[in-house]
């Protein structure tokens, strides 16, 4: 079965400051991977997805996420964070083949962004 | 509106009784997805809609849990003989085709078994 591992509850970080959010996989066959973001409140927002191509995707708010074949993980990034980007992000991979949405998702990651 | 739209938003029930919830989707979206969230949990995936038939229904975690989509559109959630453990965030997500897309989420249902 397709799962995902996100190994850090909480990431702390300074507004201004890079931030990565980690994730591994496991998976049987091409992954496909996807970043969530849910704010209080508000229901999951769709960040960026990999089904091929570039290793590094980018996505929306500034996000991109680096594709690592070799180390199965797929962590997402900012250059710059922002107090506004706080919220709790899931990684998910998709499962049950070509002609499915369904998403396994990680337990999530608070971020957390200092001003 | 035009976003997946959920009601109730909150719902309170005793144990034992029978609760229904709703999901209407994006239009023109043929896949439909329930979710259930735990707190401090990510989703877990319970059952997925393409057009009125439900295509994976395995993450069900029992006969206690039904759903429907009729007409292929709206969608409801039915839990009988509800337990304190139903407890949870249940999320409605739809999608265009069904098929490596992005998943577009409703705010959820929240459920409190008494």
């Known amino acids: 079965a397709q799962s995902v591992a996100q190994p850090e509850d909480q990431v702390n970080v300074a507004e201004g400051n890079p931030l990565t959010v980690k994730c591994t996989y496991s998976v049987s066959g091409n992954p496909y991977l996807f970043w969530y973001v849910q704010y209080p409140n508000r229901g999951l927002q769709f960040l960026l997805k990999?089904?091929?191509?570039?290793?590094l995707v980018k996505g929306s708010y500034g996000f991109e996420a680096e594709f690592n074949k070799s180390q199965t993980s797929f962590h997402l990034k900012k250059p710059s964070a922002l107090v506004s980007d706080s919220a709790l992000y899931f990684c998910?991979?998709?499962?049950?083949?070509?002609?499915?949405?369904?998403?396994?998702f990680g337990t999530g990651t608070r971020l957390q962004v200092f001003p | 509106g035009a976003g997946v739209s959920q009601t109730p938003s909150n719902k309170v029930t005793e144990k034992g009784k029978y609760v229904e919830l709703r999901c209407d989707p994006i239009?023109?979206?043929?896949?439909l997805y329930w979710y259930r969230q735990s707190l401090g949990q990510g989703p877990e995936f319970l059952i997925y809609?393409?057009?009125?038939?439900?295509?994976?229904d395995s993450g069900l975690p029992n006969d206690r849990f039904f759903a429907v989509r009729p007409e292929g559109s709206v969608s409801t959630l039915k839990i009988q003989r509800t337990e304190r453990g139903d407890s949870a965030v249940y999320l409605c997500a739809s999608s265009l085709t069904g098929r490596a897309g992005e998943l577009f989420f409703g705010e959820g249902s929240r459920l409190t078994v008494l």
């Open positions: 990999y089904i091929t191509g570039d290793n």
């Open positions: 998910a991979v998709r499962d049950g083949g070509d002609n499915t949405d369904k998403l396994i």
């Open positions: 239009s023109g979206h043929t896949a």
């Open positions: 809609f393409q057009g009125t038939g439900a295509a994976d």
